[in-house]
């Protein structure tokens, strides 16, 4: 089991770029969440998926959009890239009823 | 809505000694409580979870936590540490019974010196 995965690991974007991240849930789980975390806080939640529909969402702009794909994978994109927006993105699967969340290795995105 | 208060922000400890990290809660409705760790350039690993029953719960690398309801606190203790214990700890909470985000403390640096 390869566990959460996360593409690509690192990358660097222009303020006013878009990106889009990737994430592979565990084998088994349905649900993906998407967190933010800056250098030196805890992870902030963007939002969560399930069956493809975007069932919760945090405190972030409509710039933050996402897409779950049957297979349960998913993908974050932002547009319109700000300084701030440079962070570590943590993607996040649980299963039915699971209590549990499991985390990738991250994305680390640079806006300059 | 909850929130998390992790109490330290950095714990320096040398090695073999005993160690606490100290969280605190805020939640109107009934929570669980996990306790995450960071290495560097990684991830997020769960170290524990509190759902129900025994307040003392046991997790992985000989970490502990106790589940306090009336102080409203989840403190992480571990009776001797090693090097390899240097890391970055976060403390969360979530709505019991349900699909929903995780609340995270801004976290604890604990660094193990030799």
């Known amino acids: 089991d390869a566990g959460v995965t996360q593409s690509p690991t690192h990358l660097i974007k222009t303020r006013g770029q878009q990106v889009t991240l990737r994430c592979s849930p565990k084998s088994g789980h349905d649900t993906v969440s998407w967190y933010q975390q800056a250098l030196g806080q805890g992870p902030q939640f963007i939002f969560q998926?399930?069956?493809?529909?975007?069932?919760q969402r945090g405190n972030f702009p409509d710039r933050f959009s996402g897409h779950q794909f049957p297979n349960y994978s998913s993908e974050l994109n932002v547009n319109a890239l700000l300084l701030g927006d440079s962070a570590l993105y943590l993607c996040a699967s649980s299963g039915t009823g699971g209590t549990e969340a499991f985390f990738g290795q991250g994305t680390r995105l640079t806006v300059v | 809505a909850q929130s998390v208060t992790q109490l330290d922000s950095q714990v320096p400890v040398f090695e073999e000694a005993p160690v606490e990290l100290r969280c605190n809660y805020s939640s109107s409705v009934s929570v669980y409580l996990f306790w995450y760790v960071q290495y560097p350039n990684q991830g997020l690993q769960l170290l524990l979870k509190y759902l129900s029953g025994s307040t003392l719960v046991k997790g992985i690398n000989g970490f502990e936590a106790e589940f306090n309801k009336s102080q409203t606190s989840f403190h992480l203790r571990k009776p001797s540490v090693h090097i390899s214990d240097t890391a970055e700890y976060f403390c969360?909470?979530?709505?019991?019974?349900?699909?929903?985000?995780?609340?995270f403390g801004a976290g604890t640096r604990l660094a193990v010196h030799p």
């Open positions: 998926y399930y069956e493809e529909e975007e069932r």
């Open positions: 969360a909470v979530i709505k019991s019974g349900g699909y929903n985000k995780l609340i």
